[in-house]
């Protein structure tokens, strides 16, 4: 394969000019490149105009730089001889009939205000800059490979559509625009972040209504639900990203409070609503796992970054039951009240022969979804505690798989240290040690306090790490 072939147009500017252009089609032709420049092939008698017309219209040659200095650019703008006879071969009307790829202006030098002289027919062109020697190296390269039509930036070749267009799932919460548009501005500390986050957490709760479930008596109710979370899956773990970023980027008191109001927005659904006259116990039992599963990689998530204070306050918070659901009841709740029964899986329970599958199920999408599920035990661990120390009571769902030899909970095992207890033991606000131990022994001096799963139960003292608790300064 022959080497391609590049004519190089310039002003006989200095000669300083000249040795600079000498040298860099030297460099050229030693990169593999057949150069004509007129110092190598123009001979005592030859005819320049014929000269340079032939190498700009020579189908053999498929490449054309021009090295636009001050001069060049003057020259070819004033038609003045020389570089102005190769502009009018090099005219707007050749130029268009060329391949677009055919020329490129090459700078040697800038003005004092570090504006490029090119001609003025060439001004909206891409060019290659020679002129800082810091950066000389690189766009060397961009000249030879522009030579050889190999651009380090190669559009990929159009890939096959991705499998899972066809298989979108039926239901939809609308929040893809505005879930990159949060995260993009938590990352990137956008003015407008939490304008972008509260938007993104409204438009999830009012449209979490379209999971809504409709019940077909002619199958099992609990299989219709774990279809139904499983459509749910790809939200959980955009709200789950959004939570991420909270944690890293943005653990302010405002971020707080949209968390709080957001979690207000879906307690919601856990209710029958107002215009609903007839139910059963399971028609919303797909939002009481939601609405528990949602919270539960919140705090999950805080904690794992240790924002303490912000979990604390989360937890802490009582959240508004609206008017509409409540019927007769507290017009507020503690966190306690985002935790329900599941009734539906009482009978799947004992279909598949499992302890608790409401709790296999939040492993299962936990590992899925790359969240590492000791997380979410550690959370329900910490509300479990946190509830019994306000004398209310959250079910550790998730603590079946706690049971027997599992030892003490990350945040319990740093606790060893006097220091780090006392920041982390605001998140069960913040008794002393002394008081924990107290209050864990006491739990286990009447088993009917501690969860069990038929024959399995948790160790509260273990999964404290209580015997070490703040023992270190």
């Known amino acids: 394969m022959s080497p391609p072939r590049l004519f190089i147009s310039y002003s006989w500017s200095s000669q300083d000019h000249e040795l600079w252009v000498v040298d860099l089609a030297t460099k050229l032709t030693e990169s593999g490149i057949d150069v004509i420049l007129d110092k190598w092939e123009l001979k005592e008698g030859h005819d320049s105009i014929a000269f340079m017309e032939q190498m700009v219209t020579d189908k053999t040659i498929g490449k054309v730089a021009m090295i636009s200095d001050q001069k060049y650019a003057e020259k070819a703008d004033g038609r ?34 570090g504006e490029p002289f090119l001609p003025t027919y060439y001004k909206s062109r891409i060019f290659i800059d020679l002129s800082a020697p810091e950066k000389y190296s690189e766009e060397f390269e961009r000249l030879v490979r522009w030579v050889f039509d190999k651009p380090l930036h190669v559009k990929p070749e159009i890939g096959k559509k991705p499998a899972f267009l066809d298989d979108e799932p039926a239901k939809s919460l609308n929040t893809s625009l505005s879930f990159r548009r949060s995260l993009d501005a938590l990352k990137n500390g956008k003015p407008f972040v939490e304008g972008a986050v509260d938007e993104y957490l409204t438009s999830f709760a009012e449209n979490l209504e379209r999971f809504r479930l409709v019940i077909d008596s002619s199958r099992d109710v609990d299989e219709q639900i774990v279809e139904n979370l499983e459509e749910f899956a790809p939200y959980k773990n955009e709200f789950v990203q959004v939570v991420t970023a909270v944690s890293q980027y943005a653990p302010t008191q405002d971020m707080l409070k949209k968390l709080h109001r957001f979690f207000e927005q879906v307690l919601i659904y856990v209710h029958p609503p107002a215009n609903v006259g007839s139910y059963n116990s399971w028609s919303f039992d797909n939002f009481k796992f939601i609405v528990h599963e949602l919270y539960l ?11 303490f204070d912000i979990a604390d306050r989360l937890m802490g918070t009582p959240y508004y039951v609206h008017a509409s659901t409540s019927q007769g009841r507290d017009a507020t709740t503690s966190f306690t009240g985002l935790n329900n029964h599941m009734e539906s899986f009482r009978p799947r329970d004992q279909r598949l022969h499992r302890l608790s599958s409401r709790a296999d199920l939040l ?7 790359g969240f590492e599920f000791r997380w979410l035990m550690q959370a329900e661990f910490v509300l479990y505690l946190r509830s019994t ?78 015997d070490k608790l703040a023992s270190i300064p």
């Open 297 to 307: 990689y919140t705090i999950a998530t805080l904690i794992r970054y240790e924002r």
């Open 80 to 113: 003045v001889k020389g570089v102005g006879t190769e502009t009018q071969i090099i005219s707007r009307e050749v130029y268009e009939k060329q391949d677009q790829n055919k020329f490129v202006a090459v700078l040697p030098e800038r003005d004092s205000n």
């Open 363 to 369: 492993k299962q999408r936990a590992e899925a979804s």
């Open 389 to 466: 120390l306000n004398s209310r009571r959250w079910w550790p769902v998730s603590l079946v798989y706690a049971t027997n030899s599992y030892g003490p909970m990350e945040i319990f095992a740093r606790s060893v240290s006097a220091s780090y207890f006392s920041e982390a033991s605001k998140v069960l606000g913040s008794p002393t040690a002394a008081n924990l131990k107290k209050h864990i022994n006491a739990i286990h001096a009447d088993s009917r306090g501690i969860p069990q799963w038929q024959f399995e139960s948790i160790n509260l003292a273990v999964l404290a790490g209580t």
